[in-house]
């Protein structure tokens, strides 16, 4: 497609994009709110592919940043992104293009899908858990790297891989339904 991409391609990044804000709106509040955030990306990008995904999550961040109440809690706005949970809501991009760059090396293969998911995973863990160690010293006061792990990634870890396990099983029949074609 060399960059073009027809109407109907638009219109699922934007369905993918509301999809990822409704979902993160699902929220049992603690430290890092749980939401079903991942859920939503996990299967955008299933559905749509990395690049096209990357794009939908781009575009749910940005609907956000311009202060529409897309994130957990309802919020938005620039102050929801440089705050302590931000750093995940950005990681959720590095899913994508992990799940791209696999997608790009390896094929479709469904272990190749489902690696390069939890890599992106874990990747987004680091990169939030970094983000919010830095916004929490600069507000609050020093935590260490255990702390940090134990409130933002260990009791996300094995619900984070449920919902990968589901958004598998709903966008494998989603994408047969719809007829979709995430590779092209």
């Known amino acids: 497609m060399n960059g073009k991409y027809k ?33 939503a ?11 096209k ?4 999550i781009l575009v749910y961040i940005l609907l956000g940043a311009v202060g529409l109440p897309v994130f957990s809690g309802f919020k938005g706005g620039i102050g929801a992104l440089i ?6 809501i950005i990681g959720f991009i590095f899913i994508a293009l992990i799940y791209q760059l696999c ?17 992106g995973l874990f990747v987004c863990y ?12 600069r507000n609050t006061g020093a935590i260490d790297m255990g702390t940090a792990f134990g409130w933002c990634v260990i009791p996300f870890i094995i619900p984070d891989l449920v919902k990968l396990g589901l958004a598998m099983l709903v966008s494998t029949r989603l994408s047969v339904a719809l007829q979709l074609n995430p590779a092209s």
């Open 126 to 137: 680091a990169f939030g858990t970094a983000w919010f160690m830095i916004v929490y010293t």
């Open 103 to 119: 997608e790009q090396l390896f094929g479709r293969k469904l272990y190749v899908r489902i690696i390069s998911m939890v890599a």
């Open 53 to 56: 995904g990357c794009l939908s």
């Open 7 to 39: 109407t109907l391609d638009l219109i699922y990044m934007a369905i993918g994009a509301a999809l990822i804000a409704v979902c993160s709106w699902v929220t049992i509040p603690l430290v890092v709110p749980f939401t079903l955030q991942t859920f």
């Open 41 to 51: 990306v996990f299967t955008v990008v299933e559905l749509l592919g990395g690049k």
């Open 83 to 88: 705050g302590t949970t931000g750093g995940y």
